[in-house]
């Protein structure tokens, strides 16, 4: 389902550009009276990309069902964030599990609500990528295995951001963690590794797969709220650049989204049963280089000793994924 795009003719925020709307078309963040599921008060880095995905995917899911979501939150950044015990910053029934287990805790929490008979409530599990594309995949690939009626979302930071920047099974190739150093001839994260857990989604052909990205709220909106016409397993993958661990400044967490898409490193797209059904094209198609350089992740692939062949590299996997996905508008 590819969201229609909307000319602005006010600069501003969203909510003056929403004035020229009709009311089913404004977003859910431009509604005064929207659930603000994760309040103020958490204690997120300034610039936090997963805080700022979190409250979108929350409140466009309460949107859609009325205000009848539980969400199941795994352990990580999001979770340690937002609720200091004894405090928390959510305004929604809200269930901790383990590191691994959200997925398996939230077919729990469907199938006790189908045994009540409340299948108007739905289930919304989320997690980082850590917890997602290696502790907890096994749970996860059971949850699309029995098609349990549950929204998983990822939130991708590409790394276990919360406990001191190791590498996960999605830091992207090059890059620099604390277990990935920037020594040797092949320094950062090696190539070849990692999972790419959409297209793993859509493998077990399950009703809705979709990735999104922290550039464009309206489309993460639009995905939530297009889970949640689905039962069944559905899977939403979401970039959300963290500062700390990626080494780039406060304010360029959406620019840094959008250039990651923009240059073909992030597909944005949805499928439903296994198929691709929308892509979002690239509007304006930048080099990787342009993405990397605002990083201190990558920082050992230029300065005095650059490593054009490893950008190369990094390149080639950007246009592998246009060619792939057809992202590109000409084509």
Not at 96 to 117: C, D, E, I, Q, R
Not at 167 to 192: C, I, N, Q
Not at 193 to 209: D, F, Q, R, S, W
């Amino acid at each position: 389902m590819a969201v229609q795009p909307i000319k602005f003719y006010q600069t501003g925020s969203f909510a003056v550009g929403n004035r020229l709307l009709p009311l089913e078309d404004r977003t859910v963040q431009s509604d005064p009276g929207r659930s603000d599921s994760l309040d103020s008060g958490h204690r997120a880095c300034q610039g936090c990309g997963e805080a700022l995905g979190a409250r979108y995917v929350l409140d466009a899911a309460m949107a859609a069902t009325g205000g009848r979501i539980v969400a199941v939150n795994a352990t990580g950044c999001l979770e340690v964030f937002s609720t200091p015990y004894p405090e928390t910053s959510w305004r929604i029934p809200w269930l901790h599990s383990l590191f691994g287990n959200a997925p398996a805790v939230s077919t729990g929490v469907a199938a006790a609500m189908k045994v009540k008979g409340r299948n108007d409530v739905r289930v919304v599990g989320q997690g980082g990528d850590g917890g997602t594309v290696d502790i907890g995949f096994a749970c996860l690939s059971g949850m699309f295995e029995r098609n349990d009626d549950v929204l998983y979302v990822c939130y991708d930071n590409e790394a276990y951001m919360n406990t001191g920047v190791q590498r996960s099974g999605a830091t992207p190739p090059a890059a620099r963690t604390a277990t990935t150093p920037a020594t040797g001839p092949e320094p950062g994260a090696e190539f070849g590794k990692g999972k790419n857990v959409p297209l793993i989604a859509m493998a077990h052909e399950i009703p809705y797969v979709a990735t999104a990205t922290v550039a464009n709220l309206r489309d993460l909106e639009a995905k939530v709220r297009r889970a949640m016409d689905f039962r069944g397993a559905r899977y939403l993958h979401v970039l959300v650049p963290c500062p700390l661990g990626w080494g780039s400044a406060s304010r360029d967490t959406v620019r840094l989204a959008r250039l990651a898409a923009e240059s073909g490193l992030f597909p944005v797209f949805e499928a439903e049963g296994g198929e691709v059904t929308a892509v979002t094209k690239i509007r304006r198609r930048v080099p990787v280089e342009e993405y990397l350089r605002p990083q201190q992740r990558y920082a050992h692939l230029f300065g005095d000793s650059p490593r054009p062949e490893v950008v190369a590299e990094i390149q080639a996997i950007a246009d592998r994924n246009i060619r792939r996905f057809g992202l590109l508008g000409g084509e």
